[in-house]
């Protein structure tokens, strides 16, 4: 069979995006971002964001097929983020994939967009390594995943027991008054910062619920102590050190994410840490996985910025993944699943 081409459809949350893969071959990827309409609210209203979901969702599709040249009659196949998102979100660009699907006469693909964020590092670094293992750093979402056989064996190593990373930074941010969304503010004022100025604690690293969550990670303690300190600073009259709050805060999170991936390598005899979602655009933590791989021995693979945020890529391959191994597309009435679990690849 040559190399199957998947059009790929992304709407869980802010994003809309739509791209096409041939292979291992990017041929086109188109994201429209409707974040600025969110900005003045503080955060990602789930109706706005349907609405641009709809009224971006065709100039996407139709701005993808022509950048790669092509029509939908040339499309092996569509796969749809299915879930986990904002269920609106979801249903908009579910509908639509299905509705393409259906004139078209093409198999549809229901994926699990946190899996997608694994798959679209293979546009930049090719295949899978036997045994590798994941990181995935996301808005909602921070996991360890243990990769066997793409896509076909996925297991959760560790997960998040409250907030993630990404939440986490962003109450931080909104605390020190930052604009939505706050890790791009907290990585610029971290880059002048002191990491060991103030005192962060590393969520789930000590004591019993250290040993009995090795891989599992908990950032809700980080952001109350942060904002503790911030608070009584404030009530003393100090004036914050903004760079090196961002910078200790960054700096423990960022130890803490290296540290149990690398432990988690170790468990697994994996010698390949893929690293993927949103939140692993930060430079810290780029900075500290790199350097806790190499001192490990473990490869340490993070995709350029472009294919860490949600895009239409990352689904796209997923798409290419599951044709190539010869699993079954989605049945046309596949749901949603706003809380799809990640053991599930595709509905």
């Known amino acids: 069979m040559s190399e199957p081409i998947v059009l790929g459809i992304e709407s869980t949350c802010d994003e809309t995006a739509a791209a096409i893969v041939q292979g ?3 041929l086109s990827n188109v994201v429209a971002s409707s974040m600025e309409e969110h900005a003045r609210y503080g955060g990602v209203i789930p109706e706005i964001a349907s609405r641009a979901h709809a009224e971006a969702f065709v100039p996407c599709v139709s701005k993808a097929l022509a950048d790669a040249n092509m029509t939908l009659a040339d499309v092996d196949a569509i796969a749809v983020s299915a879930g986990p998102g904002l269920a609106g979100c979801l249903a908009v660009g579910v509908s639509g994939a299905k509705a393409l ?7 549809i693909y229901g994926i699990n967009h946190v899996i997608g964020h694994i798959a679209v590092t293979q546009l930049q670094f090719g295949a899978f390594p036997p045994d590798t293992l994941a990181l995935i750093v996301s808005g909602g979402h921070t996991s ?12 959760v190593v560790g997960t998040t027991l409250d907030d993630a990373a990404g939440e986490c930074f962003d109450k931080v941010a909104r605390l020190l008054g930052f604009p939505y969304p706050g890790g791009p503010h907290i990585d610029h004022h971290a880059q ?24 599992d990670f908990s950032f809700s303690g980080v952001k109350t102590a942060v904002a503790r300190w911030v608070e009584g600073e404030q009530a003393a009259g100090h004036e ?7 910078a200790s805060l960054a700096d423990s999170v960022a130890t803490v994410l290296a540290r149990k991936a690398m432990k988690g390598c170790e468990q697994y005899d994996s010698k390949t840490l893929i690293v993927g979602g949103g939140f692993s655009a930060n430079s810290q933590l780029r900075t500290k996985l790199l350097e806790y791989g190499e001192k490990c021995g473990v490869e ?9 945020t949600d895009n239409g890529a990352m689904v796209a391959m997923l798409g290419v ?10 049945a046309p009435d596949f749901p949603i699943d706003s809380a799809m679990p990640l053991t599930k690849v595709s509905m």
């Open 144 to 155: 360890l995943l243990h990769v066997e056989d793409m896509p076909r064996k996925i297991d």
């Open 300 to 308: 340490v693979r993070i995709p350029r910025i472009k294919l860490c």
């Open 240 to 246: 914050i050190p903004v760079d090196d709050v961002c």
């Open 24 to 26: 291992r071959t990017l």
């Open 321 to 330: 993944n599951l044709v190539e191994a010869g699993v079954a597309p989605s």
């Open 192 to 215: 002048n910062g002191d990491p060991h100025a103030i005192k962060v604690p590393m969520g789930l690293t000590q004591g019993k619920a250290g040993a009995a969550h090795p891989y």
């Open 101 to 107: 699907a259906w004139a078209a006469n093409k198999p």
